[in-house]
């Protein structure tokens, strides 16, 4: 009885498959990181493909860390009102201010980002942001300055951080200083979850 031998040219076809799929997946996974790349700086910047080339921010401070808020969601910045506390304890919310006849939810940012709370200063100022048709105020100790940047001195992250997306990169100042670039949108979003699940109206009702 003789022995049959594998068959070469079957070796090499299955070899040539492999090969195309690994090459198919490669491709997706390429595009999977373009789009995610696309939604996270459409969300963190607050602006379209037109308005990457030069986006602008506004730089703010807590305690020591630079931040960079995406100027498309920033609506004004007023000194430190009277702030309600909550009924119950909201994670990174400091209480709620009236703006013009708005409850909004005033955001810790030093807690959100460092998880250490911080007492209310009447020097703070707030960062009231629109986001979505609906409105925060973030607390900081102050507003630096407006820039505006190239792309090329942003640098962006994908990693979501516990409870909600904190920052979504980083950005290069000219002092060869970094601001941590606040995804707006995710803290928004991540405000009004914690308003909800806490029965607290921390967030304006639409």
Known sequence: MTEQKPDASNSVRSAGDLFGKIEQIAELENQVLFLKKQLLMESALGAGEEQFEHPSFLLVKSKKIVFAAPLQYVDEIVEMPYISPLPRPVASVSGTVDYHGEVLA???IEELTTGNNTSISPTQVLVICTIDNRRLALKVDEAIEVITVEMDAITMTDKVLPGIMKSSGLLRLSNNESALI??????????HLGS??????????E
């Open 182 to 191: 606040l995804d707006l949108m995710w803290i928004g979003v991540g405000a």
């Open 196 to 205: 909800i699940l806490s029965d607290d109206a921390a967030t304006p009702k």
């Open 106 to 108: 005033v955001i810790d």
